[in-house]
């Protein structure tokens, strides 16, 4: 069982940056892949990035390409998103997740956190 929770969302004009971060507690974060998703109002949950356990792997959906960054400390068991460069169209709810298989498919992820609002105005 792997505990998510996430921190870091807020409010923000356009073009500002902010740092997501994921803690995980119950089980090291090591032995998973973790991703990153977002839900906006009234749309599915997509996915944004992931990150291989080790850190070795990284895939970006193309919304997120050349603006946000996926990283880990699994010595800190947590997972950053850093996000810059950001638009009205990020506002979303942000969650990560963890799983055992390298995807961006988001019924392969098991554990999610609760997620974390972001939202940038205009």
């Known amino acids: 069982q792997v505990q998510l929770v996430e921190s870091g969302g807020g409010l923000v004009q356009a073009g500002a940056s902010l740092r997501l971060s994921c803690k995980a507690s119950?089980?090291?974060?090591?032995?998973?892949?973790m991703g990153w998703f977002r839900q906006a109002p009234g749309k599915e949950r997509e996915f944004v990035a992931g990150i291989t356990f080790n850190g070795g792997g990284k895939v970006y959906a193309d919304s997120a390409k050349g603006r946000f960054t996926i990283s880990r400390a699994n010595a800190e068991n947590t997972v950053y998103l850093q996000m810059n460069s950001l638009k009205p169209e990020d506002t979303a709810v942000y969650y990560c997740?963890?799983?055992?298989?390298?995807?961006?498919?988001?019924?392969?992820?098991?554990?999610w956190g609760q997620g974390t609002q972001v939202t940038v105005s205009s």
């Open positions: 997740a963890a799983s055992n298989l390298w995807t961006m498919r988001r019924d392969a992820y098991t554990w």
């Open positions: 119950g089980r090291t974060l090591s032995s998973y892949h």
